[in-house]
């Protein structure tokens, strides 16, 4: 006997679109036997079959298949002319035995056990999404702003984020409005009719569409790939084929539930792996030996004179859709040679800098507050010797200077070993002044 498989599905409030659905594949000889990998059909003479699909209350989003409440309530269904043909999550699809047969509950009894599924469903998709939406934005303009607001990945997250709460957002205002409405129906006598067939496929897909777009438009705005932007496509391979077997097998709801946390160890170990990977091939990319020194856009040697020759320099470079950061981290040792390089932090002289760099004024805003020094002694003014909008220089515990820098479009942080003098100031201005990521 031919069978075919339909992936369309159905909410709740079209349960009565689903059994007209299935009433008119009947009608072409295509008539339903199962969920499996979506609807299974079998085909067969043509026949005026009908449908009625209902919402079981004491039915989960876990179940796959006839629970044993199921199977009772089913036995009452078929007294009544009603044959149970199959069940998955709340879902209960039945088919006319008799053609006496009475509606399976009452209209105010069938209502309430939609919109209770519907809430339902809605606040364990909602809860979680606010909840992750929230951490992530606190995140963001708490202790990770100057990280985060530079990282075309962290910006996708939180755009993704925000997105998918406002569909949640919308979702419960229309499910409110459905309620409102249907209930007034039912006081005034009507009987509603659960009419529309859902857009859920391409609703489920919509997100991770979007997100995967997004990821590709930005990974070409930077000119250049990102490994990180495969973890999404990484991360929706095991979640469709975790999916898809459990749809093949249909376990029953508790090992519906051992699965699904197997699965989900097994994939948080997997992105793990993927993610260490990803770090450390970053790590062993990353600009840490002193022959990358010579890309710096500053060293000591550039302002003063230094003996002695470069032991280290570091550099740590971040641009998104927003702006950049930049920081470099450079160490002489004054007493090293090239026959001799034994390091002393007695004979060091450390340069530290950072330069942000963002056409958009909040965000530096936010840097420059972040930054400013909170002590009680103000420090000094520099805003004459580098010519800038804004300019302090303080001293920490560590006797380290520090210099912060603010322009129009960019902001500087330089600390170093040693005070910087007025003709050293103008030298630094002329080696960072075009500098751009």
């Known amino acids: 006997m031919k069978k075919r498989k339909i992936g369309i599905s159905f909410n709740y409030r079209s349960c009565d679109a689903f059994a007209e659905y299935l009433h008119e594949q009947s009608l072409r000889g295509w008539h339903f ?8 059909f079998e085909q067969g003479d043509p026949a005026d079959i009908d449908y009625t699909v209902e919402v079981f209350p004491n039915g989960t989003e876990m179940d796959t298949r006839p629970e044993a409440s199921t199977e009772e309530y089913a036995e009452y269904c078929e007294a009544a002319g009603w044959k ?35 809430w339902l469903l809605w606040l364990s998709g909602a809860v979680p999404v606010f909840l992750l939406t929230a951490i992530y934005l606190a995140q963001l303009f708490t202790l990770n702003f100057n990280r985060w607001i530079f990282s075309n990945l962290m910006l996708l997250v939180l755009l993704f984020m925000s ?79 975790v999916t898809a077997l459990i749809s093949f097998l249909r376990p029953s709801r508790n090992d519906n539930w051992i699965y699904q946390m197997a699965a989900g160890i097994c994939i948080f170990f997997y992105l793990t792996v993927i993610l260490t990977a990803v770090v450390l091939g970053a790590a062993s990319g990353s600009e840490t030996a002193s022959d990358h020194v010579k890309d ?5 040697a550039d302002y003063r004179q230094m003996d002695g020759m470069i032991i280290s320099g570091n550099a740590d470079r971040m641009k998104s859709v927003l702006g950049s950061a930049s920081h470099f981290y450079v160490t002489y040792d004054t007493e090293a040679s090239e026959t001799s390089s034994t390091y002393s932090e007695d004979t060091s002289d450390n340069l530290q800098y950072t330069i942000y760099q963002s056409p958009h004024s909040w965000i530096l805003d936010r840097l420059w507050k972040d930054e400013m020094p909170r002590q009680k002694d103000l420090p000094e003014d520099r805003i004459r010797e580098w010519g800038a909008v804004s300019a302090v220089r303080r001293i920490n515990g560590s006797n380290i200077y520090c210099e912060l820098i603010r322009y129009t479009d960019r902001i500087w942080i330089i600390s170093s070993d040693e005070r910087l003098e007025d003709d050293q100031v103008r030298v630094i201005h002329e080696k960072l002044e075009h500098v751009s990521y």
Request: aromatic share 12%; net charge positive.
């Open 33 to 40: 036997k199962e969920f499996r990998l979506g609807m299974v």
């Open 84 to 118: 149970l043909i199959d069940s998955s999550r709340k879902f209960c699809v039945f088919r006319r035995t008799r053609e006496d047969a009475a509606p399976i509950v009452e209209p105010a009894e069938r209502f309430a056990n939609i919109r209770k599924a519907e």
């Open 163 to 241: 997105l998918s709460s406002l569909e949640r957002i919308t979702e419960g205002i229309l499910l409110l409005h459905w309620s409102v409405t249907r209930d007034r129906m039912l006081k005034e006598g009507t009987v509603p009719i659960y009419g529309k067939r859902s857009l859920w496929p391409f609703k489920t897909a919509l997100f991770p569409i979007l997100f995967l777009i997004a990821a590709i438009f930005l990974s070409y705005y930077q000119k250049e790939y990102s490994p990180l932007y495969v973890i999404p496509i990484l991360t929706l391979i095991p979640l469709l084929i």
């Open 296 to 300: 710096f856009p500053l060293v000591q």
